[in-house]
């Protein structure tokens, strides 16, 4: 992977340089400024494949050059990496709604900060696959071309949507906030009512555009509630909410959901044009209160609705 370091002090460039090359990584440049390292991103002849910011820069901080370089569409989905000593609420919940990938608090552990790069190489992977989808859907809504071997369980990304994750940025945004504030938050599934039967009768594009507009449906309902949401494939949109101390999350998210479809007259595709309806599952916690892993828990939510309303 070709890196680009970007932070203001001298020895953390140094010391990720060091670290980086011995596990193997030896395509690295370095800035020490926001400013920098847009001109270096600006004359690049190949593109970067992940970006490790710090936040506290002079001028432009880290979380402002996240969001800058979202804007280039070649670096729509390229894994950031934010490393930085902030380790508040506010400043992690800005860097993913600014399109960070991940989120790391200084100092940390040297293995700890191999693990999230071999992570963001294989998100790296795999954005050929997901950028196929992407243009299927732009494709599928412009009723240009059908899309080829796509499948029900398929987790489709839904590019510039407002309070949307992809699934492994969902997953790090979890991992990343104090388990406390999800007291009375937490995850919630919200499912498409007989998904399976509409994807069976279904042309690919009408499936795919109905899932463009529930996204839209979805961010606009928790536009305010501090929410961000994931598709995780069979008609299945998983919902995050920070909550310390609302104890009704899951009430809430299905009647802002509802409301908002009721609003939009959202209905299914060459069928009986019945409006669509859906139902939301909340993901039980074990007696400490714990999630668990995060894996489990977004296995656990899409169970939940399926057990519930199947």
């Known amino acids: 992977m070709k890196i680009l370091i970007v932070d203001d002090e001298p020895f953390t460039v140094e010391f990720l340089r060091m670290a980086l090359e011995a596990f193997g990584f030896t395509n690295l440049e370095s800035a020490n400024s926001a400013s920098e390292a847009l001109a270096i991103v600006k004359k690049a002849n190949d593109p970067f494949d992940c970006f490790l910011l ?13 969001q800058q370089l979202r804007t280039d569409p070649a670096y729509k989905r390229v894994p950031i990496v934010m490393l930085t000593a902030m380790s508040d609420r506010a400043h992690i919940e800005r860097s993913f709604s600014a399109g ?3 989120y790391i608090v200084k100092p940390f552990q040297i293995n700890d900060l191999m693990s999230r790069i071999d992570s963001a190489a294989r998100l790296s992977r795999q954005i050929i696959s997901a950028d196929r989808l992407v243009r299927q859907i732009a494709s599928a809504c412009q009723g240009q071309a059908t899309p080829l071997g796509l499948k029900f369980e398929d987790a489709i990304s839904f590019d510039g949507t407002p309070g949307y994750l992809e699934q492994p940025t969902f997953r790090n945004y979890i991992e990343r906030m104090e388990r406390s504030q999800f007291r009375y938050g937490g995850v919630a599934s919200v ?5 399976s039967d509409l994807f069976d009768c279904s042309t690919p594009q009408s499936f795919l555009g109905l899932l463009v507009e529930m996204s839209d449906v979805l961010s606009i309902a928790l536009k305010f509630e501090d929410c961000h949401f994931t598709y995780g494939g069979s008609g299945c949109f998983l919902v995050v909410k920070l909550a310390p101390d609302k104890p009704k999350f899951q009430n809430e998210v299905e009647f802002l959901v509802k409301k908002e479809l009721s609003r939009a007259d959202l209905r299914y595709p060459e069928s009986d044009n019945n409006p669509v309806n859906v139902s939301v599952g909340r993901v039980f916690r074990n007696a400490s209160g714990e999630y668990g892993s995060i894996d489990e828990t977004l296995a656990r939510a899409r169970k939940r609705v399926q057990r519930i309303y199947a």
């Open 100 to 102: 960070a990938t991940d």
């Open 54 to 66: 710090d936040i506290q820069m002079p001028d432009m901080d880290g979380i402002a050059l996240c």
């Open 191 to 195: 499912k498409l009512q007989n998904a």
